[in-house]
T-cell receptor, first 108, second 116 residues
Framework: QKEVEQNSGPLSVPEGAIASLNCTYS??????FFWYRQYSGKSPELIMS????GDKEDGRFTAQLNKASQYVSLLIRDSQPSDSATYLC????????FGAGTRLTVKP | GAGVSQSPSNKVTEKGKDVELRCDPI?????LYWYRQSLGQGLEFLIY????????KSGLPSDRFSAERTGGSVSTLTIQRTQQEDSAVYLC??????????????FGEGSRLTVL
């Protein structure tokens, strides 16, 4: 079982729609959770962090954490073509481990 | 420097040669990570340095891979007797703190390694 699992996609949504990205993790002792965005040919950049159960909103982005289900998600509202990228889920137990990423395409 | 600096940005080598990749983290950052990313794949954890603690080497794929971090700053990843499957982008990242207090990782631009 992989430590961090994501649907590899690709996920395609029309402009203005809600994109939903999901992630599960195997280590119940994991404490901190992150979403990174990676544009093609570029390095990852942090977009959201979440540490406690529930929702955390930042602009068009909402991260959701359910530790009991070992599940993290990212919602992108009013998706824009500029959101087209690979989204990486990351989890900290002692060090930071990443999922394989979900490729999102937002079509105009 | 202002960001994480990696060198070389591109390296082409022949199978069987040794290569060294360098990472200069953000000044003052105590945590340093190396990851490997093959084409179209996610980030594969290689090694993690935190302050003066022994590094977490659990991600190194074989004994051909080694890394060190001198003086708590610059790190070098060495791959001996390179194989074609070592071809990938090697990413270095640093963070102000480590362990459970790790916040944002700041990534370098990566070193693209091609083994012919």
């Amino acid at each position: 079982q992989k430590e961090v699992e994501q649907n590899s996609g690709p996920l395609s949504v029309p402009e203005g729609a809600i994109a939903s990205l999901n992630c599960t993790y195997s280590d119940r002792g994991s404490q901190s959770f992150f979403w990174y965005r990676q544009y093609s040919g570029k390095s990852p950049e942090l977009i959201m962090s979440i540490y406690s159960n529930g929702d955390k909103e930042d602009g068009r982005f909402t991260a959701q954490l359910n530790k009991a289900s070992q599940y993290v998600s990212l919602l992108i509202r009013d998706s824009q073509p500029s959101d087209s990228a690979t989204y990486l889920c990351a989890v900290i137990r002692n060090d930071m481990r990443f999922g394989a990423g979900t490729r999102l395409t937002v079509k105009p | 420097g202002a960001g994480v600096s990696q060198s070389p940005s591109n390296k082409v080598t022949e199978k069987g040669k040794d290569v060294e990749l360098r990472c200069d983290p953000i000044s003052g950052h105590t945590a340093l990570y190396w990851y490997r990313q093959s084409l179209g794949q996610g980030l594969e954890f290689l090694i993690y340095f935190q302050g003066n603690s022994a590094p977490d080497k659990s991600g190194l794929p074989s004994d051909r891979f080694s890394a060190e971090r001198t003086g708590g700053s610059v790190s070098t990843l060495t791959i001996q007797r390179t194989q074609q499957e070592d071809s990938a982008v090697y990413l270095c990242a640093s963070s102000q703190q480590g362990g459970l207090n790790t916040g944002e990782l700041f990534f370098g631009e990566g070193s693209r390694l091609t083994v012919l």
